[in-house]
């Protein structure tokens, strides 16, 4: 069942973010963000690896969405699919805050989804995985992950395609304030400190802000100031750091 | 009620309260019940059933990392007793063989687990005990007692915290689905992040209030409980939707949406 300790996860992480920052950038005219979103799809579907993938944003509280970045032959027109019909496993993926795995595109997925899964198969998707990209009560989008073969994830791509998620969270977080760091600088998103996530919420109330810019100002705080996002957290519950309009 | 480890001064766990126990755990799995209020009733009988003074349950994500799920009692001091055991502790060595680890002395237990021994006794304790919650051959977690004196668990006692483990992994895989293994995937997901939202409402909610994050999740249950809503939607509303809950942030201007 893979490796125990927080070292394995951590360096996934940082192994993963290495290759989507050396990864060569395909389309030289997407925006920051949407570049590096771009470049995580394509080193996505090598690793796992897939036939494509792509990331969905939404605006939290309505299923309305776009298409952020994608990689993989039709992947912008299969990931489309699910805003122009309403329905697709990204979206549920996002409303139900849980990943969504379906194995069985042809069989089970169109049950599911009676419009885009003939709609997707048609593009030669034989299954779909689909993971919110949330931290706790902050939604900002979900992954996409498709490939021509039915069947399932093993359980080792699945713990990789959590860390891609865990990455995309990190730059669409970051992509909220002008300038993140690099991919490969993302820090702390699989810690689960406790600590780091309640100060996500004191942020939250500090400034009057959602909990997703919260979560940028505190990472942008961490970045600037050259420390790990635990330690700031750690001094924002101690009271000794208080992030205020003027912080940043 | 006198605090003190599993078996000892007794020869079993009383029929009566063991039946109840499982009666209102069972009570609890109905259609739209939720996890954490879920497994805090697991880990709140689970201390008081054979009289351990503190329990908690932990929960392996996608990378086989243990989280904090729940505790018979809300407190700094026992979540970092409980999140260290991601490098070491009874937890982690149950996780890895599957197997229960009990009545261990803290006091003997320093070579064992560097770390987390003097921890775990400087918070007050002598005594560990960890079970797995198995769902077939995988281990997705384990059940975390603590006591407050050494004892020696009996085997009788070993089966009942045995069992109840495994009501709490039934809970979680909502028995109806439990052969699909997609799907006990999808929910171990949403529960790891349902506890991540129940940490962001509690710092909202201490920093509202200027009350620490231990009193905030006090605040916060005992709403839940008063006002019937499940524990999750209220930690959910208090991040995303404030003004769903405005007494419970009162005082303060509510962040935009």
Redesign the interface.
């Known amino acids: 069942?893979?490796?125990?300790?927080?070292g394995?996860?951590n360096g996934?992480l940082a192994l993963l973010g290495r290759l989507i920052d050396d990864e060569p950038a395909v389309d030289g005219s997407l925006g920051v963000t949407a570049g590096r979103l771009e470049r995580l799809c394509t080193v996505l579907a090598r690793v796992l690896p897939a036939s494509g993938a792509g990331v969905s944003v939404f605006t939290?509280?309505r299923i309305e969405g776009g298409t952020a970045a994608t990689w993989g032959p039709d992947s912008r027109a299969i990931e489309e699919l699910q805003h122009s019909l309403g329905e697709g496993p990204c979206i549920d993926a996002f409303t139900?805050?849980?990943?969504?795995?379906e194995?069985d595109l042809l069989g089970r997925g169109i049950q599911r989804w009676p419009a885009y899964g003939p709609a997707a198969h048609a593009y030669g998707v034989g299954a779909v995985f689909a993971l919110?990209l949330?931290?706790?009560?902050?939604?900002l989008g979900a992954l996409g992950i498709y490939r021509a073969e039915p069947g399932?994830l093993a359980a080792l791509t699945?713990?990789q395609a959590?860390?891609f998620a865990e990455i995309a969270v990190g730059l669409l977080i970051d992509g909220q304030d002008a300038d993140g760091g690099t991919v490969s600088g993302v820090d702390d998103l699989?810690a689960?400190?406790?600590e780091v996530?309640?100060?996500?919420?004191?942020v939250?109330?500090?400034?009057?802000?959602?909990?997703s810019e919260a979560m940028a100002r505190l990472r942008g705080f961490a970045y600037s100031d050259g420390r790990p996002l635990s330690d700031v957290a750690h001094d924002v519950?101690a009271g000794i750091l208080q992030l205020n309009r003027d912080t940043l | 009620m006198p605090v003190f480890a599993c078996g000892r001064d007794r020869t079993m766990i009383a029929v009566e309260q063991l039946a109840e126990v499982f009666v209102e755990i069972a009570d609890t799995l109905v259609d739209d019940f939720d996890v954490i209020e879920f497994l805090q009733l697991v880990t709140s009988r689970s201390a008081s059933i054979c009289n351990a003074s503190s329990a908690g349950l932990l929960l392996a994500d996608a990378h086989g990392q243990l989280q904090f799920m729940a505790a018979s009692q809300e407190s700094v001091k026992l979540l970092e007793l409980f999140q260290l055991q991601n490098a070491e502790g009874p937890c982690l060595d149950c996780f890895h063989t599957g197997t229960a680890v009990v009545n261990t002395d803290l006091d003997d237990a320093i070579e064992r687990w560097p770390v987390f021994a003097p921890r775990a006794v400087s918070a007050g304790f002598r005594s560990v005990h960890a079970f797995p919650l198995r769902h077939r051959k995988d281990v997705i977690g384990a059940l975390n007692l603590f006591g407050t004196e050494t004892g020696q668990l009996e085997s009788h006692d070993v089966r009942i915290i045995q069992a109840l483990a495994d009501v709490a992994t039934i809970g979680l895989m909502q028995e109806r689905v439990i052969q699909d293994q997609k799907i006990v995937t999808e929910q171990l997901q949403g529960a790891l992040n349902s506890r991540i939202t129940i940490e962001q409402a509690k710092g909202a909610l201490a920093r509202s209030h200027g009350i620490s994050v231990d009193a905030a999740f006090e605040l916060m249950r005992d709403y839940a409980r008063r006002n019937h809503h499940h524990l999750s939607d209220v930690a959910l509303a208090v991040v995303s939707d404030p003004a769903v809950h405005p007494e419970l942030l009162s005082g303060r201007p509510t962040p935009p949406v």
């Open positions: 069942m893979g490796d125990r300790r927080g394995g996860a996934r939290e509280g139900s805050r849980r990943p969504v795995l194995p919110p949330q931290v706790g009560g902050a939604r399932p699945f713990s959590i860390t699989v689960y400190r406790a996530y309640q100060a996500q919420g004191m939250m109330v500090d400034l009057g802000v959602t909990l519950l």
